[in-house]
């Protein structure tokens, strides 16, 4: 509960500072997604949809077999690039933003696998 709290009090500080804002989430069932929609309907804020370059997978299959595979090969090889799956790329300057949002569902108490190769690229990223 006292990260959600940090988390909103982060967000409402960025926004009330009129900070650029970027929202990048993913969303599998919609149901970030419609959260998002509502989020973006309240401040103002550009938005990117993570979506994996794999179409037509059927993550939700066998208990979201796909997605225990993907936390367990991320887990097992964290500094291994194969281990993520492929985004489709994401044409964005995060240098043009203050304030960053990540949206995603939690799969078995952990971020769904899709976000993570974004967030991965970004660990890289030095802004000054």
Request: aromatic residues 10%; contains cysteine; negative net charge.
């Amino acid at each position: 509960m006292k990260k959600i709290l940090f988390s909103l009090a982060v967000i409402i500080a960025a926004v009330t500072a009129q900070a650029k804002t970027l929202v990048v989430y993913y969303s599998y069932t919609n149901n970030v997604n419609t959260i998002v929609n509502e989020l973006t309907n309240q401040i103002d804020a550009d938005v990117v949809r993570i979506e994996p370059a794999e179409k037509g997978l059927d993550y939700a299959a066998n208990n979201y077999a796909i997605g225990s595979t993907l936390i367990s090969a991320i887990r097992n090889n964290p500094n291994d690039a194969t281990s993520y799956p492929a985004i489709d790329p994401v044409n964005t300057n995060l240098a043009d933003y203050e304030c960053v949002i990540i949206g995603a569902p939690l799969w078995w108490s952990n971020m769904a696998e899709p976000l993570d190769p974004f967030l991965t690229d970004i660990r890289s990223f030095n802004v000054d």
